[in-house]
């Protein structure tokens, strides 16, 4: 009777690190998910700031122009 106590509380803690340890690989592939969308959105909106800066300049060469 004493063994099947001590093996149900070994059981029950070993299940209880299991779940830990399953938490805390979520939470790093969760961080390394978030790390790409972002470094992928930062991507997207410097390639769009730097199409701003071209049309910009166009539009400032364009303007010259029309001023002489």
Request: glycine fraction near 6%.
């Amino acid at each position: 009777m004493t063994k099947t106590i001590a093996l149900s509380f070994v059981l029950a803690a070993s299940l209880g690190l299991a779940a830990c340890t399953g938490g805390a690989e979520n939470n790093t592939t969760n961080n390394a998910v978030n790390a790409v969308e972002n470094a992928a959105e930062n991507a997207m909106n410097a390639a769009e700031n730097a199409g701003n800066a071209a049309e910009n300049a166009a539009n400032v060469a364009n303007n010259a122009a029309n001023a002489m």
